[in-house]
């Protein structure tokens, strides 16, 4: 064993210490260099973590202004749905009642058309029976106005007794001191188209049943010779 108290010694002791303090100067310093490089990636990874939970921050308030838009939206639609929807089921509401007024109306016009029908062959039937008693006033125009010298004159009463166009039959030749004088009787037609008795002149009290008489029978001939049989018996009293 070497003598510690070879001057050698001193020398290879005090090379070893620098050499093992330049390795733990190398080995800090490469300590210091990897835990600044370490610090510096952490800063890196620190700042990039950081700007990135910025980045989707700011990503999810966009996102959460984007669902709170489209929330609304969707609101807004569904409330003009509804409204949309209303209008619908009010319009198909009007449509059926206008289908039912149509119904309706169908149903009016049908039967209007059968009362109509009816009323025609009513009017036909009166016009048939308004020709009979024409053709029956003529022939007894003829019989009475050129035989027996009757007038018969068509007037249009002014009172409510004798509203409406009325025909008078005016007697002559019925009392003998006085041919010229005028009996009359006035007559009518009432609305189920049936012969109407106004009046007489001179009153002739036997006239209601000679009106029921001519009811009976239609014979209008045979009415105005009884007529004019009572005006000549009244007119020899």
């Known amino acids: 064993m070497s003598s510690i108290t070879d001057p050698n010694m001193s020398i290879r002791f005090t ?30 990874f620190v700042k990039s973590a950081h700007d990135t939970c910025i980045r989707k921050c700011k990503d999810a308030e966009i996102l959460f202004d984007t669902i709170q838009a489209f929330k609304k939206d969707l609101e807004q639609k569904n409330a003009s749905l509804k409204t949309k929807q209303h209008a619908i089921s009010e319009m198909v509401s009007e449509i059926r009642q206008k289908e039912m007024q149509k119904d309706d109306i169908i149903q009016k016009i049908e039967k209007l058309k059968e009362e109509l029908a009816k009323r025609k062959e009513l009017i036909e039937s009166q016009n048939k029976a308004n020709k009979a008693r024409l053709r029956n006033l003529q022939k007894s125009r003829v019989v009475f106005q050129d035989h027996l010298g009757m007038e018969i004159r068509t007037i249009f009463g002014k009172t409510q007794l004798v509203k409406g166009e009325k025909v008078q039959f005016v007697f002559r030749n019925i009392k003998p001191s006085d041919p010229d004088s005028a009996y009359v009787v006035t007559m009518g037609i009432k609305e189920d188209r049936s012969y109407q008795i106004v009046s007489s002149d001179p009153v002739l009290e036997c006239l209601p049943v000679l009106e029921s008489r001519l009811q009976e029978t239609n014979n209008l001939a045979a009415f105005l010779a009884n007529v004019r049989k009572e005006f000549i018996s009244k007119a020899r009293c």
């Open 15 to 44: 090379s070893a210490m620098e050499e093992i303090h330049n390795k733990q100067l190398k080995t800090y310093g490469e300590i210091i260099d990897a835990t600044t490089e370490l610090c510096q990636s952490h800063r890196q």
